[in-house]
């Protein structure tokens, strides 16, 4: 995945609390191959609901998105469909852990703040801020997360930042913790 510091896009508002990884995306699309795209899938059952349209690139949400079940497949379809940034109060946890292992920024954002985020939106993973028009508000991601993102980085790449200390700590174990020969 490649990393990225600013995005500007459309945002779409979803203000509704509770958008759960079961309404992200309905089970019965999970045996669909993922090289097939998940996009078409994104809200299925309740789109009509949404105002979110072919274009938008940011998700201003309620609280608690992503919540519910565990499937990453949540924030392929949100991938999929070009969805690069949401914005709520607060997320599923596992949500938000797999959006991050995705390239997907999901930032806290103070509820009375997303109620002003609306049309062209350009957020900023340096500075954690959005910007709306001449509003700028602050967002909150965990520091990692936010270092991953825009390095474009997975865990094992993350990881791999320390291969040095990783080596050198290696060779100081005592010789009983040492790999046994083959």
Do not use: C
């Amino acid at each position: 995945m490649s990393g990225w510091s600013v995005h500007k896009g459309h945002a779409a508002q979803l203000l509704r609390d509770n958008i759960d990884t079961d309404q992200l995306i309905p089970a019965r699309f999970m045996s669909t191959p993922r090289s097939a795209g998940y996009g078409d899938y994104l809200l299925h059952d309740v789109r009509d609901q949404y105002a979110l349209a072919e274009g938008d690139s940011i998700v201003v949400a309620g609280r608690n998105f992503g919540s519910g079940s565990s499937r990453e497949a949540a924030v392929y379809a949100l991938i999929d469909f070009g969805i690069r940034v949401v914005l709520a109060p607060s997320f599923g946890d596992i949500f938000a852990a797999n959006a991050v292992n995705n390239g997907l920024l999901a930032a806290k954002v103070a509820a009375e703040d997303l109620k002003r985020m609306s049309g062209n939106l350009t957020v900023d993973l340096v500075s954690q801020t959005v910007t709306s028009g001449s509003t700028t508000i602050p967002f909150q991601v965990d520091p990692i997360w936010r270092l991953k993102l825009i390095n474009g980085w997975d865990d094992i790449d993350l990881t791999s930042q320390h291969n040095a200390a990783i080596t050198a700590f290696s060779h100081r174990r005592p010789e009983w913790a040492q790999p046994a020969p083959e």
